[in-house]
């Protein structure tokens, strides 16, 4: 899998250049969804489902790291109001929960600064 950083980039530009707490925090939990599923470049083929359960800065960034897309029918929409995803690899039947810390937006401020006002 190609690096944070990267992968970071390209959630960036497909966010029209701005980065945001949101994207950081989709880009890593988009990272280790692929990598519990064994799946280094997951925008290869359509093997990959995702569920994605807010409709915030951070289903970008999935959407960026996966090549999951609502109108490719790989990428799903569930508002439960989490930052939380669900990666499904449909060959092998096997899937990932994975929840954002409840400390993990104050975690980021390293990569996005937060902004008052």
Same mark, same amino acid.
């Given at each position: 899998?190609?690096?944070?950083?990267?992968?970071?980039?390209?959630?960036?530009?497909?966010?029209?250049?701005?980065?945001?707490?949101?994207?950081?925090?989709?880009?890593?939990?988009?990272?280790?969804?692929? !990598?519990?599923?064994?799946?280094?470049?997951?925008?290869?083929?359509?093997?990959?489902?995702?569920?994605?359960?807010?409709?915030?800065?951070?289903?970008?960034?999935?959407?960026?790291?996966?090549?999951?897309?609502?109108?490719? !029918?790989?990428?799903?929409?569930?508002?439960?109001?989490?930052?939380?995803?669900?990666?499904?690899?449909?060959? !092998?039947?096997?899937?990932?929960?994975?929840?954002?810390?409840?400390?993990?937006?104050?975690?980021?401020?390293?990569?996005?600064?937060?902004?008052?006002?």
């Amino acid at each position: 899998m190609r690096s944070f950083d990267e992968l970071l980039m390209d959630a960036t530009i497909m966010h029209r250049g701005s980065v945001c707490p949101g994207q950081v925090l989709g880009v890593r939990m988009a990272m280790l969804g692929c !990598r519990l599923l064994c799946l280094d470049d997951p925008t290869q083929d359509k093997r990959l489902i995702v569920y994605v359960e807010i409709d915030r800065c951070m289903a970008d960034a999935i959407a960026a790291v996966t090549g999951c897309r609502i109108g490719k !029918r790989t990428l799903k929409h569930i508002d439960y109001g989490k930052y939380a995803c669900t990666f499904v690899d449909l060959p !092998r039947g096997r899937a990932f929960r994975v929840v954002a810390r409840d400390d993990a937006r104050s975690r980021v401020e390293r990569y996005a600064p937060l902004r008052l006002g």
